[in-house]
Protein backbone atom coordinates (compact mmCIF):
# COMPACT_ATOMS: atom_id res chain seq x y z
CA UNK A 1 0.00 0.00 0.00
CA UNK A 2 1.64 3.27 -1.07
CA UNK A 3 0.51 6.68 -1.45
CA UNK A 4 0.28 9.93 -4.07
CA UNK A 5 1.64 13.35 -3.76
CA UNK A 6 -1.72 15.49 -5.00
CA UNK A 7 -5.23 16.16 -6.29
CA UNK A 8 -4.44 14.08 -9.22
CA UNK A 9 -2.37 11.55 -10.25
CA UNK A 10 1.32 12.25 -11.87
CA UNK A 11 1.73 10.23 -14.93
CA UNK A 12 4.28 8.04 -12.67
CA UNK A 13 2.14 7.60 -10.04
CA UNK A 14 -0.57 5.98 -12.65
CA UNK A 15 2.37 4.08 -13.81
CA UNK A 16 3.27 2.92 -10.34
CA UNK A 17 -0.30 2.35 -9.31
CA UNK A 18 0.13 -0.52 -12.43
CA UNK A 19 2.07 -2.66 -10.36
CA UNK A 20 1.65 -6.57 -10.00
CA UNK A 21 2.78 -6.03 -6.81
CA UNK A 22 0.54 -2.50 -5.65
CA UNK A 23 -2.40 -3.95 -3.03
CA UNK A 24 -3.78 -0.80 -1.68
CA UNK A 25 -3.62 3.29 -1.61
CA UNK A 26 -3.99 5.87 1.31
CA UNK A 27 -5.06 9.08 0.90
CA UNK A 28 -4.13 12.05 3.42
CA UNK A 29 -5.56 15.25 3.63
CA UNK A 30 -2.91 16.55 0.49
CA UNK A 31 -5.26 14.67 -1.90
CA UNK A 32 -8.41 16.34 -0.68
CA UNK A 33 -9.73 19.95 -1.66
CA UNK A 34 -13.38 19.08 -2.38
CA UNK A 35 -15.66 16.07 -2.58
CA UNK A 36 -16.23 16.78 -6.31
CA UNK A 37 -12.01 16.39 -6.33
CA UNK A 38 -12.02 13.43 -4.47
CA UNK A 39 -14.55 11.45 -5.95
CA UNK A 40 -13.06 12.08 -9.48
CA UNK A 41 -9.62 11.12 -7.95
CA UNK A 42 -10.74 7.82 -6.21
CA UNK A 43 -12.27 7.21 -9.89
CA UNK A 44 -8.95 7.83 -11.91
CA UNK A 45 -7.31 5.66 -9.18
CA UNK A 46 -9.60 2.38 -10.05
CA UNK A 47 -9.63 2.57 -13.67
CA UNK A 48 -5.80 2.85 -13.91
CA UNK A 49 -4.84 -0.02 -10.97
CA UNK A 50 -4.04 -3.63 -12.66
CA UNK A 51 -5.46 -5.09 -9.23
CA UNK A 52 -8.97 -4.47 -7.40
CA UNK A 53 -6.83 -2.73 -4.36
CA UNK A 54 -7.63 -1.37 -1.22
CA UNK A 55 -8.21 2.47 -0.90
CA UNK A 56 -7.55 3.39 2.80
CA UNK A 57 -7.44 6.70 4.97
CA UNK A 58 -7.03 8.04 8.68
CA UNK A 59 -10.48 8.75 10.28
CA UNK A 60 -10.29 7.91 13.73
CA UNK A 61 -11.91 11.41 14.72
CA UNK A 62 -10.55 14.23 17.07
CA UNK A 63 -7.50 15.26 15.82
CA UNK A 64 -6.39 12.18 13.11
CA UNK A 65 -9.29 12.93 10.23
CA UNK A 66 -8.00 13.82 6.76
CA UNK A 67 -11.34 14.93 5.05
CA UNK A 68 -12.51 17.80 6.80
CA UNK A 69 -14.45 20.34 4.59
CA UNK A 70 -18.00 18.77 3.73
CA UNK A 71 -17.45 16.05 6.30
CA UNK A 72 -18.53 14.94 9.82
CA UNK A 73 -16.15 16.15 11.87
CA UNK A 74 -15.87 13.48 14.68
CA UNK A 75 -14.92 13.71 17.54
CA UNK A 76 -11.67 12.46 19.65
CA UNK A 77 -12.87 9.05 21.06
CA UNK A 78 -11.17 9.76 23.98
CA UNK A 79 -13.38 12.73 25.01
CA UNK A 80 -16.61 10.91 24.33
CA UNK A 81 -16.44 8.94 28.22
CA UNK A 82 -15.92 12.66 29.73
CA UNK A 83 -18.81 14.41 27.44
CA UNK A 84 -20.83 11.67 29.00
CA UNK A 85 -19.63 12.08 32.68
CA UNK A 86 -18.82 8.54 32.15
CA UNK A 87 -22.05 7.29 31.24
CA UNK A 88 -21.55 4.17 29.62
CA UNK A 89 -24.73 3.25 27.89
CA UNK A 90 -24.75 6.99 26.65
CA UNK A 91 -20.78 6.89 25.11
CA UNK A 92 -21.49 3.33 23.55
CA UNK A 93 -24.54 4.79 21.54
CA UNK A 94 -22.53 7.64 20.40
CA UNK A 95 -19.59 5.50 19.50
CA UNK A 96 -21.98 3.12 17.32
CA UNK A 97 -22.95 6.21 16.07
CA UNK A 98 -20.14 8.42 15.46
CA UNK A 99 -18.43 4.66 13.52
CA UNK A 100 -21.65 4.25 11.03
CA UNK A 101 -21.21 8.04 10.42
CA UNK A 102 -17.24 8.09 9.48
CA UNK A 103 -17.70 4.96 7.70
CA UNK A 104 -20.67 5.42 5.42
CA UNK A 105 -19.55 8.94 4.65
CA UNK A 106 -15.84 7.22 3.32
CA UNK A 107 -17.99 4.64 1.67
CA UNK A 108 -19.91 6.88 -0.16
CA UNK A 109 -16.34 7.82 -2.19
CA UNK A 110 -15.29 4.78 -2.49
CA UNK A 111 -13.47 4.56 -0.04
CA UNK A 112 -12.85 0.63 1.28
CA UNK A 113 -11.66 1.53 4.92
CA UNK A 114 -10.46 4.14 7.51
CA UNK A 115 -7.40 2.27 9.98
CA UNK A 116 -9.83 2.38 13.14
CA UNK A 117 -10.48 2.04 15.95
CA UNK A 118 -7.31 3.33 18.05
CA UNK A 119 -7.58 0.56 20.84
CA UNK A 120 -4.37 1.70 22.66
CA UNK A 121 -4.76 2.35 26.12
CA UNK A 122 -4.65 6.12 26.94
CA UNK A 123 -1.52 5.97 29.41
CA UNK A 124 1.90 7.78 28.82
CA UNK A 125 1.94 8.06 24.98
CA UNK A 126 1.52 11.37 23.55
CA UNK A 127 0.60 10.72 20.32
CA UNK A 128 -1.93 8.18 21.15
CA UNK A 129 -3.71 10.44 24.38
CA UNK A 130 -7.18 11.14 22.91
CA UNK A 131 -7.19 8.90 19.93
CA UNK A 132 -7.59 6.39 22.51
CA UNK A 133 -10.92 5.80 24.40
CA UNK A 134 -10.26 5.63 27.66
CA UNK A 135 -7.32 3.96 30.12
CA UNK A 136 -9.46 1.32 31.43
CA UNK A 137 -9.44 -1.57 29.60
CA UNK A 138 -12.55 -3.05 30.01
CA UNK A 139 -14.32 0.86 29.20
CA UNK A 140 -12.03 1.00 25.59
CA UNK A 141 -13.70 -2.67 25.38
CA UNK A 142 -17.20 -1.75 25.76
CA UNK A 143 -16.89 1.59 23.57
CA UNK A 144 -14.60 0.52 20.95
CA UNK A 145 -17.12 -2.67 20.01
CA UNK A 146 -19.56 0.02 19.53
CA UNK A 147 -17.64 2.05 16.85
CA UNK A 148 -16.69 -1.02 15.50
CA UNK A 149 -20.52 -2.29 15.33
CA UNK A 150 -21.54 1.17 13.85
CA UNK A 151 -18.56 1.05 10.97
CA UNK A 152 -19.95 -3.04 10.09
CA UNK A 153 -23.50 -1.45 10.37
CA UNK A 154 -22.09 0.93 7.27
CA UNK A 155 -20.55 -1.62 5.36
CA UNK A 156 -17.22 -1.31 6.56
CA UNK A 157 -14.27 -3.55 8.03
CA UNK A 158 -12.74 -2.24 11.05
CA UNK A 159 -8.73 -2.31 12.04
CA UNK A 160 -7.46 -2.34 15.49
CA UNK A 161 -3.97 -0.91 15.96
CA UNK A 162 -1.80 -0.63 17.64
CA UNK A 163 -1.11 -4.02 18.57
CA UNK A 164 -0.11 -4.85 21.10
CA UNK A 165 -0.81 -1.74 22.87
CA UNK A 166 1.14 1.83 21.60
CA UNK A 167 0.25 3.41 25.02
CA UNK A 168 2.38 2.59 27.50
CA UNK A 169 5.54 4.17 25.86
CA UNK A 170 6.37 7.58 25.99
CA UNK A 171 8.54 7.75 22.65
CA UNK A 172 6.47 8.76 19.36
CA UNK A 173 7.47 5.71 16.62
CA UNK A 174 7.09 8.38 14.11
CA UNK A 175 10.13 9.66 15.01
CA UNK A 176 11.73 6.96 17.71
CA UNK A 177 11.89 3.57 18.05
CA UNK A 178 10.00 2.65 21.34
CA UNK A 179 10.70 0.07 23.73
CA UNK A 180 7.79 -1.15 26.25
CA UNK A 181 10.42 -2.60 29.29
CA UNK A 182 7.14 -4.52 30.79
CA UNK A 183 7.26 -7.83 31.45
CA UNK A 184 4.93 -10.01 28.85
CA UNK A 185 2.44 -11.14 31.68
CA UNK A 186 1.75 -7.02 32.18
CA UNK A 187 1.71 -6.64 28.13
CA UNK A 188 -1.07 -9.50 27.97
CA UNK A 189 -3.33 -8.74 30.76
CA UNK A 190 -3.54 -5.22 30.15
CA UNK A 191 -2.67 -3.79 26.47
CA UNK A 192 -3.50 -6.90 24.93
CA UNK A 193 -6.40 -7.73 26.68
CA UNK A 194 -8.21 -5.10 24.71
CA UNK A 195 -7.52 -7.34 21.24
CA UNK A 196 -7.88 -10.47 22.31
CA UNK A 197 -11.16 -9.67 24.02
CA UNK A 198 -12.55 -7.54 20.96
CA UNK A 199 -11.40 -10.40 18.99
CA UNK A 200 -13.06 -12.62 21.07
CA UNK A 201 -16.44 -11.23 19.79
CA UNK A 202 -15.91 -11.87 16.21
CA UNK A 203 -15.29 -7.77 15.64
CA UNK A 204 -11.71 -7.56 14.03
CA UNK A 205 -11.59 -7.54 10.50
CA UNK A 206 -8.02 -6.44 10.64
CA UNK A 207 -5.02 -5.30 12.61
CA UNK A 208 -2.09 -2.98 12.83
CA UNK A 209 0.84 -3.92 14.81
CA UNK A 210 2.96 -1.10 16.38
CA UNK A 211 6.24 -0.47 16.03
CA UNK A 212 7.42 -1.05 19.47
CA UNK A 213 9.92 -3.25 21.28
CA UNK A 214 8.41 -5.64 24.12
CA UNK A 215 11.88 -6.98 24.75
CA UNK A 216 10.42 -9.46 27.08
CA UNK A 217 8.63 -11.40 24.07
CA UNK A 218 11.03 -10.44 21.35
CA UNK A 219 13.99 -7.72 20.43
CA UNK A 220 12.07 -6.94 17.31
CA UNK A 221 9.16 -4.75 16.55
CA UNK A 222 6.55 -6.37 16.82
CA UNK A 223 5.56 -5.46 13.57
CA UNK A 224 8.30 -7.44 12.20
CA UNK A 225 8.05 -10.09 14.75
CA UNK A 226 7.22 -13.79 14.19
CA UNK A 227 6.58 -14.03 17.48
CA UNK A 228 4.14 -11.23 17.46
CA UNK A 229 2.50 -11.95 14.35
CA UNK A 230 2.54 -15.26 13.60
CA UNK A 231 3.04 -17.10 17.28
CA UNK A 232 0.60 -14.69 19.11
CA UNK A 233 -1.73 -13.28 16.45
CA UNK A 234 -2.49 -15.97 14.07
CA UNK A 235 -1.94 -19.03 16.33
CA UNK A 236 -2.41 -18.44 19.90
CA UNK A 237 -5.37 -15.70 19.21
CA UNK A 238 -6.45 -17.74 16.18
CA UNK A 239 -7.10 -14.29 14.24
CA UNK A 240 -7.71 -14.89 10.93
CA UNK A 241 -8.38 -11.52 9.44
CA UNK A 242 -5.64 -8.82 7.64
CA UNK A 243 -2.28 -7.80 9.29
CA UNK A 244 -1.21 -4.42 8.35
CA UNK A 245 2.18 -3.30 8.85
CA UNK A 246 2.36 0.14 10.16
CA UNK A 247 4.03 2.80 7.44
CA UNK A 248 7.31 1.45 7.32
CA UNK A 249 9.03 4.80 6.84
CA UNK A 250 8.23 5.53 10.15
CA UNK A 251 11.60 6.23 12.29
CA UNK A 252 10.03 2.84 14.44
CA UNK A 253 10.90 0.44 11.28
CA UNK A 254 14.27 1.57 10.37
CA UNK A 255 16.03 -0.30 13.08
CA UNK A 256 15.62 -3.09 10.68
CA UNK A 257 17.44 -2.48 7.81
CA UNK A 258 16.93 -0.11 4.22
CA UNK A 259 13.09 0.02 3.16
CA UNK A 260 13.06 -3.52 1.34
CA UNK A 261 14.56 -5.23 3.76
CA UNK A 262 11.77 -3.46 5.77
CA UNK A 263 9.13 -5.04 3.49
CA UNK A 264 10.46 -8.20 3.46
CA UNK A 265 11.14 -8.78 7.08
CA UNK A 266 7.23 -7.51 7.63
CA UNK A 267 5.75 -10.03 5.37
CA UNK A 268 8.28 -12.73 6.26
CA UNK A 269 7.12 -11.98 10.02
CA UNK A 270 3.37 -12.20 8.87
CA UNK A 271 2.03 -9.49 7.98
CA UNK A 272 -0.24 -9.53 4.50
CA UNK A 273 0.25 -5.78 3.51
CA UNK A 274 3.14 -3.32 3.97
CA UNK A 275 2.28 0.42 4.15
CA UNK A 276 5.08 2.60 2.60
CA UNK A 277 4.04 6.39 2.90
CA UNK A 278 5.49 9.96 2.11
CA UNK A 279 8.21 8.15 0.75
CA UNK A 280 7.43 7.46 -3.32
CA UNK A 281 11.29 6.68 -4.16
CA UNK A 282 10.73 4.29 -1.33
CA UNK A 283 7.53 2.79 -2.59
CA UNK A 284 9.43 2.22 -5.89
CA UNK A 285 11.95 1.17 -4.08
CA UNK A 286 9.87 -1.80 -2.81
CA UNK A 287 8.08 -2.96 -5.55
CA UNK A 288 11.10 -3.51 -7.88
CA UNK A 289 13.24 -4.74 -5.22
CA UNK A 290 11.26 -7.38 -3.16
CA UNK A 291 12.56 -11.09 -3.74
CA UNK A 292 11.05 -12.36 -7.06
CA UNK A 293 10.68 -15.79 -5.38
CA UNK A 294 8.53 -13.53 -1.94
CA UNK A 295 4.76 -14.12 -3.11
CA UNK A 296 1.48 -13.43 -0.51
CA UNK A 297 0.22 -16.68 0.37
CA UNK A 298 -3.25 -17.32 -1.25
CA UNK A 299 -4.73 -16.71 2.19
CA UNK A 300 -3.09 -13.68 2.26
CA UNK A 301 -4.80 -12.62 -0.76
CA UNK A 302 -8.79 -13.53 0.13
CA UNK A 303 -8.44 -11.80 3.46
CA UNK A 304 -7.49 -9.01 1.53
CA UNK A 305 -10.05 -9.00 -0.68
CA UNK A 306 -12.99 -9.01 2.02
CA UNK A 307 -12.03 -5.49 2.96
CA UNK A 308 -13.23 -4.54 -0.71
CA UNK A 309 -16.88 -2.21 0.30
CA UNK A 310 -19.54 -3.40 -1.04
CA UNK A 311 -22.12 -0.91 -3.51
CA UNK A 312 -23.30 1.67 -0.96
CA UNK A 313 -25.42 5.02 -1.42
CA UNK A 314 -23.22 8.07 -3.18
CA UNK A 315 -22.95 10.99 -0.89
CA UNK A 316 -25.75 13.10 -1.74
CA UNK A 317 -28.02 10.29 -1.69
CA UNK A 318 -26.66 9.50 1.99
CA UNK A 319 -27.47 12.88 3.00
CA UNK A 320 -31.10 11.95 2.34
CA UNK A 321 -30.77 8.41 3.99
CA UNK A 322 -32.34 8.78 7.62
CA UNK A 323 -29.67 6.67 9.46
CA UNK A 324 -27.06 9.33 8.42
CA UNK A 325 -29.91 12.24 9.63
CA UNK A 326 -30.10 10.37 12.88
CA UNK A 327 -26.02 10.50 12.77
CA UNK A 328 -25.61 13.88 12.13
CA UNK A 329 -28.42 14.79 14.47
CA UNK A 330 -26.94 13.38 16.97
CA UNK A 331 -23.42 14.58 16.23
CA UNK A 332 -24.93 18.30 16.48
CA UNK A 333 -26.27 17.47 20.19
CA UNK A 334 -22.64 16.22 21.29
CA UNK A 335 -21.15 19.66 20.21
CA UNK A 336 -23.65 21.34 21.14
CA UNK A 337 -23.49 20.14 24.68
Known sequence: MLDVSGFELTHEEIDILDHPLVGGLILFGRNYHDQQQLSDLVRHIR????????????????????????FSEIPAMGSIILQTNENIIESGYLCEQFGWLMAAELL????????????????????????????DPEIIVQLASEFIKGMHRA????????????????????????VDHRSK??????????????????????????????????????????????????????????????????????????????AEQA????CDMVLVC???????????GLP???????????????????????FSNLKKNTDHQVACKVLDQYYAN
Request: net charge negative; aromatic share 6%; glycine share 10%.
Open 47 to 70: SVTRNDIIIATDHEGGRVQRFRQG
Open 108 to 135: AFDIDISFAPVLDIQGVSEVIGDRGFHQ
Open 155 to 178: GMSATGKHFPGHGNVREDSHIATP
Open 185 to 262: EDIFALDMSIFTSIHQQGLLDAVMPAHVIYPDVDNLPAGFSKIWINQILRQELEFNGVIFSDDLSMQGAVQIGNIVER
Open 267 to 270: IKAG
Open 278 to 288: NDPKGAVKVID
Open 292 to 314: LGLSLHKKSLDRIKRLRKNPSLD
